[in-house]
């Protein structure tokens, strides 16, 4: 087993680093205070992301990406993963896989356009009254001749402001299986701008400013055959193929927030005097200390397992599950940890720790919630033995 980068790995993590220090951070205050994140701003940071070849680096070569190994792409996530959110997710963006599931015509109509950073894609799954339940979905779609009629509404819709296009995941019909009756889901394409679309802004957050969330609505939206993303009622199967790792991404940016949090509080333990000592030199603060820095490793040590194993194709859904709970759990501990190292400053503006912490919050939301992973850990741990 090799623990090791190699040569090439190392460099995405400097580039991506030195790209991170010198084009995002600059800007996080100012879109940490307005709460907006200027398209003039955006423009300006994609060029040279585009430059630095950091753009769109997640997906292959054929499309124009970077053809990452599962881990390389890993380390570039938790490389970008330390900036604040609406930044790096905008200006550095990486378009959903699942548009690489289309067919040749809808490649060249809504993945192109993302990876030239023309446009940008959204998911839109949850609802009001489906969030981890979604096959318990209400909005409908149904068919009429050639045509799609939908209905319904989707909430939490990330980004869809800048978007210019949702991918829609709604229900199309019912089928019997032996534990009842289970909705089947067909997944859209859906241009801003379709008549009967209509999107509206979302509920303010106490995570991650700059980053929008919106309110879909479909009112008799009517759409061509030509706008489904794989089959009629496959929409979930086609998600499950596609979107499989993308909890290892949200598991990967955690970790960069949280190394950042933690060199915080190793440089102020190491600076900060009272009673005529540094910080650092009581225990009550260096156990925090190594605590912090080994439950990361452990969380990095899981983040990369699940990335091996990925690529091996041997990946199993709890391996990714355990890694995406564990590091957004540690982020939330270290963010909290580095605060309380710090004492009151550590709850200023002036450094990244609040924002840190604030934006720790929803990491153990989206994705499948904390408890959600450990349902899915739990059931392959006991599906063997039959319970
Ligand atoms: C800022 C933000 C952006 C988002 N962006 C998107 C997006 O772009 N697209 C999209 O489709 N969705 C998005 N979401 C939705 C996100 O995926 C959901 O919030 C998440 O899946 C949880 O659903 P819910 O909020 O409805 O909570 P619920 O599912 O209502 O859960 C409430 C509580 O019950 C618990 N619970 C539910 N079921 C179980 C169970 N079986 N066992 C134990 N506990 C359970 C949950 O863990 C949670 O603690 C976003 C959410 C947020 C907050």
Redesign the pocket.
Known sequence: MDFGLSEEQRMIVETTRSFVETELYPHEQAVERSGVLPLELIREVQQKAMAAGLYAANMPLEVGGAGLDTLSWLLYEKELGRANYALHWTCVARPSNILLAGNEEQRERYLMPCIRGETWD?????EPG????LRGMKASARPDGDDWILNGT?H???HADLAGFAIVFMATGEEDTPRGPKKRITAFFVDKGTPGFTVRDGYR?V??RGYT?AILEFDDCRLHKRQILGEVHKGFEVANSWLGATRLQVASTCLGRAERALGHALQWAAERRQFGSQIGKFQGISFKLADMAMELKAAELLVREAAWKYDQGTVTEADMSMAKLKATEVLAMIADEAIQIHGGMGLMDELPLERIWRDAR?ER????????QR?IISRELLRPLGA
Request: glycine share 8%; aromatic share 8%; charged share 15%.
């Open positions: 959204c998911l839109a799954m949850t489906a969030g981890s339940d989707k939490f819709i990330s957050n995570s991650h969330n929803v939301i989206w994705e499948g919630t904390s408890e959600i349902h």
